[in-house]
C-alpha cells in the first residue's frame, strides 16, 4: 500500500532551522505532486508548500515564502522542506501528501491523495 513517512521535525528555537524529509513507497513518486501541510493545535490543517515534478513548479503559502523550500528527489522518492527563520507561529504537526499529478491542485488542499502521519514541529521563543 502508499505509505508516506515524515521525519525531521524536532524542537528548535526561534530563529533555528529545521530539515523535514517524507519518503513515499508503493506509488510512483514522478507522478505525484508532492505537498507539505501543518495542522496547530485547535487549527484547521493548512497548506504550507508544494512542487510538482513534470515542470518544476512550486507553490508556497504566504506565511512560509522567503523562508522556507520544496525539493524532490525522484530517485530518493523523497520530499524535503527546508525551514529556516522559525518562528513560533510554526509549531505544528507537519504532513506531507501525494496527489495524482492530474488531479491534484497545486497551491491548496485540493486533489491529494495520501497522507503521512505528521512530525511535530515545535518552535521556542
Known amino acids: 500500500q502508499v505509505q508516506l513517512v515524515e521525519s525531521g521535525g524536532g524542537l528548535v528555537q526561534a530563529g533555528g532551522s529545521l530539515r523535514l524529509s517524507c519518503t513515499a513507497s508503493?506509488?510512483?513518486?514522478?507522478?505525484?505532486?508532492m505537498g507539505w501541510f501543518r495542522q496547530a493545535p485547535g487549527k484547521e490543517r493548512e497548506f504550507v508548500a508544494a512542487?510538482?515534478?513534470?515542470?518544476?513548479?512550486?507553490s508556497y503559502a504566504q506565511f512560509v515564502k522567503g523562508r522556507f523550500t520544496i525539493s524532490r528527489d525522484n530517485a530518493k522518492n523523497t520530499v524535503y522542506l527546508q525551514m529556516t527563520s522559525l518562528k513560533a507561529e510554526d509549531t505544528a504537526v507537519y504532513y506531507c501528501?501525494?496527489?495524482?499529478?492530474?488531479?491534484?491542485?497545486?497551491?491548496?488542499?485540493?486533489?491529494?491523495?495520501?497522507w503521512g502521519q505528521g512530525t511535530q514541529v515545535t518552535v521556542s521563543s
Open positions: 508503493g506509488l510512483t513518486f514522478s507522478s505525484y505532486t
Open positions: 501528501a501525494a496527489g495524482y499529478w492530474r488531479t491534484v491542485s497545486i497551491g491548496s488542499a485540493l486533489g491529494y491523495d495520501y
Open positions: 512542487i510538482r515534478w513534470s515542470v518544476g513548479t512550486t
